[in-house]
């Protein structure tokens, strides 16, 4: 158990699908974050939430789109997206943004 | 603009023996340095964090040494198992405000029994 919890675990989907990811934590941090893991790349910063209010866009392209409604929750929404973008999509969180982030399993993602 | 570096991308050692694990960066300024595990199919789990004022962390059978001048952290292991075996990723972060961790590729470890 890690404390941050990811779903779906997988997901496939074609370039013209519409999906969203989730995230979900119950350690009562208050910065949350979406990164993206590509094979023989090191982990990518795509977004970063503190207290609901998104801090940081690390130019990811408009077909990705995050939504934290609270805290305890975060989404990632998928729409058209291309072939080169599947990788393993993770999400962390941590106390406040100088803290150690905890990391969720991840939702591996494969467009067709 | 930062960069992080881990030497080797891969290693396999047989069971019981001491490693090395090597990470270095090229923008001494850093706030701090974390080393996570990775096993296959799963999440980030942080090992040991060290502080730029610290030298080094110690956590059971691992130890993080940081050399912040030099830009460079070690990642001991002693006695290594087979349950040892992960990817090993460290991440470093600027000392300017809230900036985002930078992340090596990891070097993958495997003890073999």
């Known amino acids: 158990e890690t404390g941050v919890t990811q779903t779906p675990r997988h997901l496939v989907m074609g370039m013209t699908n519409k999906k969203s990811l989730k995230c979900e934590q119950h350690l009562g941090h208050n910065a949350m974050y979406w990164y993206k893991q590509s094979a023989k790349k090191p982990l990518e910063l795509m977004f970063v939430y503190n207290f609901k209010e998104q801090t940081e866009n690390n130019s990811v392209p408009s077909r990705f789109s995050p939504e934290c409604p609270n805290s305890s929750h975060l989404f990632l929404h998928l729409h058209t997206l291309q072939p080169e973008d599947s990788a393993l999509y993770l999400c962390?969180?941590?106390?406040?943004?100088?803290?150690?982030?905890?990391f969720g399993d991840g939702t591996r993602l494969s467009i067709l | 603009k930062q960069e992080v570096t881990q030497i080797p991308a891969a290693l396999s050692v047989p069971e019981g023996e001491n490693l090395v694990l090597n990470c270095s960066f090229t923008d001494s300024a850093i706030y701090n340095l974390q080393w996570f595990r990775q096993d296959p199919g799963k999440g980030l789990t942080s090992l040991l964090l060290i502080q730029s004022s610290q030298r080094e962390q110690t956590s059971g059978r691992l130890n993080a040494s940081l050399d912040k001048s030099s830009g460079r952290s070690t990642l001991y292991i002693a006695a290594s198992q087979p349950g040892d075996s992960a990817t090993y990723l460290c991440?470093?972060?600027?000392?300017?405000?809230?900036?985002?961790?930078?992340f090596g590729k990891g070097t993958r470890l495997s003890v073999i029994a």
């Open positions: 991440a470093v972060r600027q000392n300017s405000g809230n900036t985002p961790l930078v």
């Open positions: 962390a969180s941590s106390q406040d943004q100088l803290q150690p982030q905890h």
